[in-house]
């Protein structure tokens, strides 16, 4: 309900109960959001978009080696998500995403709908022509992308103690992947990974890590070929971790 909209009801409600006190009773639903607004409590069993909008959110609070499906599907792989996100951030963890959940994400995210500490302008550099063009899927598939990754990586800087997490590279075009001398295969060109740099604050092997309960399949680091000055994420439909050194 639409805060002013209560306001006056509860008004109408006093005028009508005369001198009996009246509790004043929550809107029910958070404030309304720049990008994005849930109008329902969602529950075990709901389905649709704005469940598809609430996976995004959670995706980095899986288990370990396990990968959220943006399915619109309220299941019980949602379910415990949710209540890792509730949990993380001081909430009770019922595994109902209501009013408390909502304004914790509406908190966490920007105007864009990606969350606050991370921002489309640092995934984008693609050998400097910094735009999502010339992958292997359309600028705004490798856009929706890389916000899951966002959200993920979200997640995995607030586990791992709020800090920083520097990108060096993400998003690449066919050609740029190949100037860098990225795999032929690489998820970057499909906005679908992302390079942690040696600056971030927690330490290679601590995002290494932390990227194995943060719903990432593909996970790189010191050791493995080439990946020595950074942390390789990404999404994919099997499980690929390396980091001998790790
Ligand atoms: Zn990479």
Not at 27 to 51: E, I, K, M, Q
Not at 69 to 85: C, H, I, M, Q
């Amino acid at each position: 309900m639409h805060k002013r909209l209560a306001y006056l009801l509860a008004v109408l409600v006093l005028a009508i109960a005369g001198t009996v006190t009246v509790s004043v009773v929550a809107a029910p639903t958070a404030a309304a959001d720049d990008c994005y607004t849930w109008n329902r409590t969602l529950s075990p069993g709901a389905s649709g978009a704005d469940v598809t909008q609430l996976q995004i959110r959670v995706a980095g609070w899986v288990s370990y080696g396990e990968n959220l499906a943006l399915d619109g599907s309220y299941g019980p792989a949602t379910t415990n998500a949710v209540k890792r996100f509730q949990s993380g951030y001081g909430l009770a963890a019922d595994g109902i995403a209501g009013p408390a959940t909502f304004s914790k994400i509406y908190a966490l995210q920007d105007s864009d709908c990606t969350p606050a500490h991370f921002a489309y302008s640092e995934f984008d550099d693609n050998c400097g022509a910094n735009n999502f063009n010339g992958g292997k899927v359309t600028a705004a598939t490798a856009k929706e992308n890389i916000r899951r990754i966002m959200w993920q990586l979200e997640a995995m800087r607030h586990k791992l103690g709020d800090r920083g997490i520097v990108i060096t590279s993400s998003f690449r075009s066919v050609s740029c992947n190949s100037a860098v001398g990225g795999s032929s295969t690489s998820l970057h060109m499909y906005g679908q990974a992302a390079d942690l740099g040696l600056s971030s604050g927690p330490s290679q092997c601590q995002m290494w890590n932390a990227g194995k309960s943060a719903g990432f399949e593909e996970l790189l680091s010191q050791g493995y070929p080439d990946h020595n000055d950074h942390t390789h994420v990404g999404n994919k439909s099997s499980r690929f971790w390396s980091a001998p050194n790790c």
